[in-house]
């Protein structure tokens, strides 16, 4: 909800002009004598335009916010479903580095962005640069690397190969074994 201070001086006038034109048209006539009141009576027309004027102005501002709202809001739920069957079709060393996240029981690691597995994740929006775009235009290297915000609900034990309830020790073996080479190392810690 924008405050008092950000709303535009165009909005103020026009709620000022809707306002005041919607006072003078429904107050009776009686109440203006005089030149007013005459004056009023001439005009009153001009009034009832002005009001009208003011209140399509405010009704086409709520129709654009509406048409926004509901554009956002589709386009927000056409990237849930696909960031949904992305993930339902990772392959297995996407997964381990997803699963980096859970093993390491971090929000943000260091990750080689040039490793083909986490650039696919990050051309595909699940994986995002941590505190932002790196500086310089060189993507080479290890990179503080998060799962975007979109993706994180999504990221179920299913879809990563986990099922902590119910795995064997050489199940839990096999999924450490399976880590990449460069989560051997401890690159996230640090």
Known sequence: ????RQVSTLNWLMCWLMLSCLMITLLPERLFAGALGTWLADYRLLFV??????????????????FQHVFYRKQRLTRQKLLKELLDY???SEKAVLREFVIQRRNVIKLPVTEPAVKNLLQQGI??????????TVLQGIRPLMVTLEARPLLTFRVLGLNPASMTDEQKSQIMSNRPRYASRQLGRG
């Open 1 to 4: 909800m924008p405050e008092l």
């Open 49 to 66: 335009l002005m009001m009208v004027l003011s209140a399509t102005y405010f009704l086409s501002i709520a129709a654009i916010m509406l």
């Open 90 to 92: 990772l392959d297995a």
């Open 127 to 136: 994986l995002s640069h941590a505190y932002g775009e790196p500086g310089d």
